[in-house]
Nanobody, 126 residues
Framework: LQLVESGGGLVQPGGSLRLSCAASGFTLDYYAIGWFRQAPGKEREGVSCISGSGGSTHYADSVKGRFTISRDNAKNTVYLQMNSLRPEDTGIYYC????????????????????WGQGTQVTVSS
């Protein structure tokens, strides 16, 4: 069971990036999926989480209105569209999976996660 993130990079403040999380060895339909990030010297925090069906989502207050999480179960992929990026969005972004019955708020806030990806670096700087 493997989660592979892609799409990170260096972007100027105000710019956009789209992260992708592809699953290998299992079907994403049966899992809630979340995006977490960790800045140097800080704890890993939940950014956004989405239920297996896509019907429920949770966003950290700091990204509401700027980030959008979505999933394409046919492609076995979850996306995080990040707009209006700020320097404080810099960090390693991790994709994670949790049991289908995990509430998205619990997943994001309490890091109720069963599997982690390796992470992708996002740097917002001029």
């Amino acid at each position: 069971l493997q989660l592979v993130e892609s799409g990170g990079g260096l972007v100027q403040p105000g710019g956009s990036l789209r992260l992708s999380c592809a699953a290998s060895g299992f079907t994403l339909d049966y899992y809630a999926i979340g995006w977490f990030r960790q800045a140097p010297g800080k704890e890993r925090e939940g950014v956004s989480c989405i239920s297996g069906s896509g019907g429920s989502t949770h966003y950290a207050d700091s990204v509401k209105g700027r980030f959008t999480i979505s999933r394409d179960n046919a492609k076995n992929t979850v996306y995080l569209q990040m707009n209006s990026l700020r320097p404080e969005d810099t960090g390693i972004y991790y994709c994670a999976a949790a049991s289908l019955f995990t509430k998205v708020q619990d997943m994001c806030v309490m890091r109720a996660v069963d599997y982690w990806g390796q992470g992708t670096q996002v740097t917002v700087s001029s």
